[in-house]
């Protein structure tokens, strides 16, 4: 009997500490609480490269789950009452800012050591790198025509030799329209509008098929220089190519935040909290800086070759606000001048 009443107590003990180790749904509670789910639009060599490092030093694991932003903000929506994902890594500061309400405050420790321009102001969105809009030239081709910025893409020396995509589909474009503006004049300067005019001119009309057809085709030789971002015309460099030259355009070049969201109602909080911090901690930002082309944005970070410093950049900002709330005006008259010219 009394070996009977030990077995039924050992018994007894173990389906507690069952329990114990269950959520309501049956899942382990270890395992849940030691995990984290990222969505994410970056690229593959951004996520390959800082999810491993951030399980490495915090033991969490990441679910991961990719697809545009578009998408991605879509589901967080459709979730909205019982969310998924806990994090949302990557995406242009300019489409996460329309929906606060899906985010939680949340400022990371590191926001101090961030660059002006590029802290964490809206209590929930965190950048951590920037993209800017570049001129990529090919050196062979260019000769000595100099190209130093925008002014210099008018050389009648390179009419039907510069090669860029279409802002109507390709958000580089526009980031490229909206900086040429700007640097140029003013949004909504005749100047500004007479130049961009000149430029298609010069251009003969000529647009990509998309962005990564513009790069490609200045590095294949097809084009003497091509209006792209730094991501890709810097990753040309960091492979060791030595005919190609990345400008930053001297009237001025914008850069635009890509930031990392905790999601509203994020089922691991705190990890969600170690993955902000994560992100912008000295390690990751040298991470981006060194070994990948994605500009990192802490005043400490330590950059590799391929990538200029921005002390050395004429660097202007952007009017987020305007071109949020003209972007369909400023994409109009950019049709009715591109279709005039073409004609």
């Not at 490495?56 to 990719?66: C, D, N, P």
């Not at 420790?109 to 950048?127: I, W």
């Not at 990538?307 to 071109?323: A, T």
């Amino acid at each position: 009997m009394k070996k009977f009443v030990s077995m039924l107590l050992v018994f007894v003990v173990l389906l507690t500490l069952a329990a114990c180790g269950k959520s309501d749904d049956g899942s382990d509670k270890g395992e849940e609480e030691n995990k984290l789910v990222v969505y994410s639009p970056n690229s593959e060599n951004m996520v390959n490269l800082l999810i491993p490092m951030f399980e490495q030093e915090t033991g969490i694991k990441v679910e991961l789950i990719s697809a545009g932003t578009g998408e991605l903000i879509k589901r967080l929506q459709s979730e909205k009452d019982n969310p998924y994902a806990d994090i949302l890594f990557g995406g242009s500061k300019a489409q996460v800012l329309n929906y606060p309400d899906l985010f939680e405050k949340y400022v990371s420790k590191n926001d101090e050591y961030m660059l002006e321009g590029h802290k964490n102001v809206d209590g929930f969105l965190t950048p951590y790198v920037a993209d800017g809009s570049v001129l990529l030239v090919n050196t062979d081709l260019a000769g000595d025509i100099e190209i130093n910025g925008y002014k210099d893409l008018l050389n009648p020396k390179l009419k039907g030799k510069i090669i860029g995509a279409d802002p109507l589909s390709s958000s580089s474009a526009f980031a490229h329209l909206t900086n040429m503006l700007l640097a140029m004049g003013g949004y909504e300067s005749d100047e500004a509008w007479d130049y961009v005019k000149q430029l298609i001119t010069n251009m003969e009309g000529k647009v990509a098929s998309g962005s990564q057809a513009v790069h490609k085709s200045v590095a294949d030789g097809e084009y003497v220089v091509g209006l792209t971002y730094e991501d890709p015309a810097a990753g040309y460099l960091l492979d060791g190519a030595k005919n190609l030259k990345v400008v930053y355009m001297e009237e001025g070049t914008v850069f635009l935040d890509a930031g990392v969201e905790i999601v509203k109602g994020a089922k691991h909080l705190e990890n969600a909290k170690k993955f902000v911090d994560f992100v912008t901690s000295k390690e990751a930002q040298d991470a981006l800086g060194q070994q990948l082309t994605n500009r990192p944005l802490r005043k400490d970070v330590t950059l590799g070759d391929h990538m200029k410093p921005l002390d050395q950049i004429h660097v202007i900002y952007e009017d987020e606000e305007y071109v949020k709330n003209n972007r369909d005006k400023i994409l109009e008259k950019y049709q009715e001048i591109y279709t005039d010219v073409a004609q």
